[in-house]
C-alpha cells in the first residue's frame, strides 16, 4: 500500500504550505504528486436569510483560492511534483470524497476543525463524517497543536497501535510501504479493562503471552526494514493508554485502524479511532478496513 498521490484539503486558516511542505518526507516513500483543495463554505457565498447566491463573492472567494494554488504549486513543481488542484463550493465531506475517486489519491490529508463543547455533542463533526465514508487512509492533521508544536516531520516516530482486526492489518502494510520515512515504530496493544474483568490470574496470564507474541512477530516484521522497533502492551482504556504511550515514547504521529459505526452509536459510545480524532494532539493516520 504505497502513498504516490495525497489529497491536500485546505481552507488557508488550519493547513497551510507549511503544513504541505512538511509531508515532502513521503517523496522517500514513492509520493510524486499533490492533488490541492480549497471548499468554499456555501454559507460564505449565499444572501442574507438563505435567499439568493453570491455570485460575484463566489468569484473573488475562487480568485483567491486560485492565486494561493498557483503559488503553492509552482515550489512543488521546483521540487519534482506533479501538482492538480480542485475549488469548490459545497459542503466539505461530500467534496472531499468525490475528488478522492475522482483523482485515485492514496491518502486524504485534513485539519481537525476546532468545535465548541455542544457542537462536539450534538453534530456529528466533518472528521468523523469523512471517517466513517471514506474507503481511504485520512491523515487528520495538526501542524501546530494546542502546545504550539510544530510538526516538522510527523512520520519521524510513529506509534502504532494494533487491535489484531483487519484494519490494524491494513495500518502496518502501510507503515511497511514507508520504508525510508520512518525512523522509530513504537508498537501497542491495549488490553481493555473490561476484557480482563472476569477472567481467572491463569486466564490473563495466558492472554499477556498470546499479545506479546503477536506483538514480538509484528516487531520482526518491521525490524526487517532496519527500523527502530519496540512493542509495549497496555491495560486499560483503549482511547486513553494509545494517547499515554503517545506521550511516553515521543511519537510523533498516532497509527490506527478503523471500523464503521453508525452515528449514533459513535456518538454516545464511540470508537477509538474517531474519539482520537476528536481529541489527540498530534497527527492521526486513519486506515479503513476496506480500502481502495
Known amino acids: 500500500m ?5 489529497l491536500f484539503v485546505t481552507d488557508f486558516e488550519e493547513l497551510l504550505f507549511n503544513a504541505l ?45 486560485n492565486i494561493r494554488f498557483i503559488d503553492w504549486a509552482e515550489t512543488l513543481f521546483e521540487q519534482g511534483m506533479e501538482v492538480g488542484a480542485h475549488i469548490a463550493v459545497g459542503n466539505t465531506v461530500p ?9 485515485g489519491v492514496d491518502l486524504i490529508v485534513i485539519a481537525r476543525r476546532k468545535r465548541g463543547k455542544l457542537e462536539e455533542l450534538y453534530a456529528g463533526s466533518e472528521t468523523s463524517d469523512l471517517l466513517r465514508k471514506t ?47 520512518v525512523k522509530r515504530v513504537d508498537i501497542i496493544h491495549v488490553v481493555s479493562e473490561k476484557d480482563i474483568g472476569k477472567l481467572s490470574k491463569t486466564e ?22 532496519r527500523s527502530d522497533v519496540r512493542s509495549h502492551l497496555y491495560i486499560g482504556k483503549i482511547e486513553e493508554q494509545i494517547r499515554k504511550g503517545a506521550w511516553e515514547y515521543r511519537a510523533t504521529m498516532i497509527v490506527l485502524g478503523t471500523g464503521s459505526k453508525s452515528i449514533w452509536k459513535e456518538r454516545w459510545s464511540g470508537s477509538v479511532s474517531h474519539t482520537l480524532a476528536e481529541r489527540s494532539e498530534l497527527p492521526l493516520l486513519v486506515i479503513p478496513a476496506e480500502i481502495k
Open 21 to 65: 511542505q512538511s509531508l515532502m518526507g513521503l517523496r522517500k516513500a514513492g509520493l510524486n504528486h499533490v492533488v490541492l483543495l480549497h471548499v468554499i463554505p456555501r454559507e460564505k457565498v449565499a444572501m442574507r436569510r438563505g435567499i439568493g447566491y453570491l455570485k460575484q463573492e463566489e468569484r473573488k472567494l475562487r480568485e483567491i483560492a
Open 204 to 225: 490473563i496470564q495466558k492472554l499477556e503471552r498470546e499479545n506479546k507474541k503477536r506483538l514480538n512477530d509484528v516487531c520482526d516484521v518491521l525490524v526487517k526494514q
Open 95 to 103: 467534496k472531499v470524497l468525490s475528488v478522492a475517486e475522482d483523482e
Open 2 to 6: 504505497k502513498i504516490t498521490k495525497i
Open 135 to 181: 474507503v481511504r487512509p485520512v491523515l487528520i492533521y495538526n501542524y501546530i497543536s494546542q502546545s504550539g508544536r510544530v510538526g516538522e516531520n510527523p512520520f519521524e516516530r510513529l506509534l502504532l497501535a494494533l487491535d489484531w482486526s483487519l484494519s490494524s492489518e491494513r495500518a502496518l502494510d502501510l507503515v511497511l510501504a514507508l520504508k525510508g520515512t
